[in-house]
């Protein structure tokens, strides 16, 4: 069992958008660019709300991920907390980022919530998660990383295959 083409691809299409979102809200926040950059990351960022809900319906469709080598159990565990914690990160995201545009002047949004909450203290909470998220996406990120190069290089077992639309050799 690999994972489907669909969820290969929006995998990879949540990575783009990804690098499109921490890029603009960065050049937003330090000012390295003008204002408009948050703009973009609204738009960025409600497409990125398409593409993040269409990957966990193709996720719960499909839940069986591809058969792991047999590695120390708890390393399995790890992998499943990890994928579980950058879904979770991800939509914490989508959500105190929506809230936290309401408040702007010109909210560029679909659907803006009430702007007094979104002004509110409740709302500035859902601000400063925002902030604080970038350290817990960098984390697993890392973790995400390391032990796709572990298993290539220490273990060879190439897991890389199973997020790529070229078919296995194994
Ligand atoms: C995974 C998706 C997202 C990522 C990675 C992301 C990332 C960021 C980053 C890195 C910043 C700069 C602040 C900081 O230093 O942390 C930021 C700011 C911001 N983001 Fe996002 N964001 C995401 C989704 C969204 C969405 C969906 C919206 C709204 C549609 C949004 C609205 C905002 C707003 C309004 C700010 C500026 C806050 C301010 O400085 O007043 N974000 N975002
Ligand atoms: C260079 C960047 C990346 C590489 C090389 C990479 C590689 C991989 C690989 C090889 C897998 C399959 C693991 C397995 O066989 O079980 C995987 C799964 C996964 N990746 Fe990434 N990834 C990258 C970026 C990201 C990003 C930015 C995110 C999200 C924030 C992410 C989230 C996930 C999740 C949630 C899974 C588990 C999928 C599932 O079980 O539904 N990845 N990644």
Redesign the pocket.
Known sequence: MTYTKAQIIFHWLTAAV?IV??LT??A???DWLDADT?QL??IA??I??VVVVARLIARFRHPATPAAKPHHPLEAVMAKIVHAGLYIC?IA??VT??I??SG?RDPL?IAAVDQGLARSDTGEWF?EA??T??WI?LALFAIHIIAVLKHRFWDKDLPLSNMTLTPRKE
């Open positions: 990804l979102m921490v809200g960065l937003y926040t330090y948050m990351h609204q960022g409600q990125l709300i991800l995201y989508l980022g929506y936290a545009a702007l949004l601000l925002h902030f998220l970038k996406l």
